[in-house]
């Protein structure tokens, strides 16, 4: 079966702010996201720029709305640790000082609690008799969620994991 083309629908400037608002209240986005959508939707340089001044004016988008909401669900929902989550934010290019005022909203307590839990949990699936080797597969595992190599060790160390 062939792909299909994406065709690329001209929208009007009244049209696409409306667009736009609707794409910016059903969920959180970044300000690059909005301007992508915005490309995509036919629209020129000055005419995006302008919309996405507009949808700021009007709170529609919201940079830093937008961290804190992407830190607390990939957080809370996804178990992601502060690596990744960083990592995604500066995809969808948001600011460095917004992505670390967004990390400190992360309690470190559930921040450690969270990565003993999925460390406890992965470790059960690990069938290997090697000490080392299951140490590594589970270190592995726990900094391919994007937590950080120390805390890792420490929680390990700490909980007799390793």
């Known amino acids: 079966m062939e792909e299909q083309k994406k065709q690329i629908i001209k929208l009007s400037r009244n049209a696409a702010l409306a667009k736009a608002e609707h794409y910016c209240a059903y969920q959180e986005r970044s300000q690059q996201e909005v301007r992508d959508k915005l490309y995509e ?77 999925l460390a406890e949990k992965k ?18 595992y726990l900094i391919g969620r994007g937590f950080e190599n120390d805390l890792i060790a420490d929680v390990l160390k700490s909980n007799d994991l390793a």
Do not use: C
């Open 41 to 117: 939707w036919g629209l020129w340089k000055d005419d995006v720029e302008e919309l996405i001044s507009e949808l700021i004016q009007t709170n529609f988008l919201n940079e830093e709305r937008f961290a804190m909401a992407y830190v607390s669900g990939k957080f809370k929902i996804k178990k992601w640790g502060k690596v990744k989550i960083k990592q995604g934010l500066k995809m969808k290019r948001v600011p460095d000082k917004m992505i670390a005022n967004a990390l400190k909203t992360i309690d470190a307590d559930e921040y450690l609690k969270t990565i003993l839990v």
């Open 123 to 140: 470790i059960g699936s690990i069938h290997e008799k090697d000490a080392y080797k299951r140490k590594y597969k589970l270190t592995t």
